[in-house]
T-cell receptor
Framework: DVKVTQSSRYLVKRTGEKVFLECVQDMDHENMFWYRQDPGLGLRLIYFSYDVKMKEKGDIPEGYSVSREKKERFSLILESASTNQTSMYLC???????????FGPGTRLLVL | KQEVTQIPAALSVPEGENLVLNCSFTDSAIYNLQWFRQDPGKGLTSLLLIQSSQREQTSGRLNASLDKSSGRSTLYIAASQPGDSATYLCAVEADSWGKFQFGAGTQVVVTP
């Protein structure tokens, strides 16, 4: 079974803090994605990566950065957290040429 | 830019009734369409994937149809059960690189 894990289920941070969200997949997938999910807005793509050290901006990259130093790990970084970044963050992965996307359980982030 | 809409936003049916969930998209040039299920506070689970050349896909009590020319997909769930209560999301992929545009979802409650 494909497994995508995320480092935390719940996080509470203060405005201005640097926040790291980690995602690990165990299926040797090339493609990895970070989404945020907000009520009424669905999932919106923040960043994605097609290979180690590669990254591409999604639809809403402002205020975020990413790191992919190893194939199995994709990190989302909030350089200076703000209250409007309070959201559910979902990581996903899929293999090149494999359409089905596999999701992690999500991290619910609250920024105070 | 592709826009994906799901109507209604919420639906409540008695157990045993058939469920019909709608998804529409603005750009018919899609690579595939995928239906997901999301339980409260959890990640997404893939239900069905329809390639752009296909008209429908079936898995057990689930059937999804795709009409690219009209920009519509419908997910049918036969003989609904309380365990079908969840949010159902539709997502379209424009190319083979795994980037999806998601609808906001339809929240389904099946009452015993």
């Amino acid at each position: 079974d494909v497994k995508v894990t995320q480092s935390s289920r719940y996080l509470v941070k203060r405005t201005g803090e640097k926040v790291f969200l980690e995602c690990v997949q165990d299926m040797d997938h090339e493609n990895m994605f970070w989404y945020r999910q907000d009520p009424g807005l669905g999932l919106r793509l923040i960043y994605f990566s097609y290979d180690v050290k590669m990254k591409e901006k999604g639809d809403i990259p402002e205020g975020y950065s990413v790191s992919r130093e190893k194939k199995e790990r994709f990190s989302l970084i909030l350089e200076s957290a703000s209250t409007n970044q309070t959201s559910m963050y979902l990581c996903a992965s899929n293999g090149r040429g494999q359409e089905t996307q596999y999701f992690g359980p999500g991290t619910r982030l609250l920024v105070l | 830019k592709q826009e994906v809409t799901q109507i209604p936003a919420a639906l409540s049916v008695p157990e045993g009734e058939n469920l019909v969930l709608n998804c529409s998209f603005t750009d018919s040039a899609i690579y595939n369409l995928q239906w997901f299920r999301q339980d409260p506070g959890k990640g997404l689970t893939s239900l069905l994937l329809i390639q752009s050349s296909q008209r429908e896909q079936t898995s057990g009590r689930l059937n999804a149809s795709l009409d690219k020319s009209s920009g519509r997909s419908t997910l049918y769930i036969a003989a609904s059960q309380p365990g079908d209560s969840a949010t159902y999301l539709c997502a379209v992929e424009a190319d083979s690189w795994g980037k999806f545009q998601f609808g906001a979802g339809t929240q389904v409650v099946v009452t015993p």
